[in-house]
């Protein structure tokens, strides 16, 4: 059994930042790519961010420049700096780990953006 636990989102206004975390703990042996997906209501879930157990990461081109993933391998934590947010980036933001090649999902957090 392997949890994700997100947090940080919120209400802010364009322009500004939100920081998102995302603690897995549980039956983990080892976690390979961790990442982030968005999802607004009638589309599909879209990939945000994504970084690798190596470090290598890699990013969707409308957050390129405004976002930064990164992690902390001892403590099985994600992180999602968000900067410069637009209101287009409103969405609940989901974070997903890959342990053991299966993929695990959080409960999703709410960001919204106002103009």
């Known amino acids: 059994q392997v949890q994700l636990v997100e947090s940080g989102g919120g209400l802010v206004q364009a322009g500004g930042s939100l920081r998102l975390s995302c603690a897995a703990s549980?039956?983990?042996?080892?976690?390979?790519?961790m990442a982030w997906y968005r999802q607004v209501p009638g589309k599909q879930r879209e990939l945000v961010a994504v970084i690798t157990s190596g470090g290598s990461t890699n990013y969707a081109d409308s957050v390129k420049g405004r976002f930064t993933i990164s992690r902390v391998y001892a403590k099985n934590t994600v992180y999602l700096q968000m900067n410069s947010l637009k209101p287009e980036d409103t969405a609940v933001y989901y974070c997903?780990?890959?342990?053991?090649?299966?993929?695990?999902w959080g409960q999703g957090t709410q960001v919204t953006v106002s103009s």
């Open positions: 549980g039956s983990i042996f080892s976690i390979n790519t």
């Open positions: 997903n780990a890959d342990v053991a090649g299966l993929r695990h």
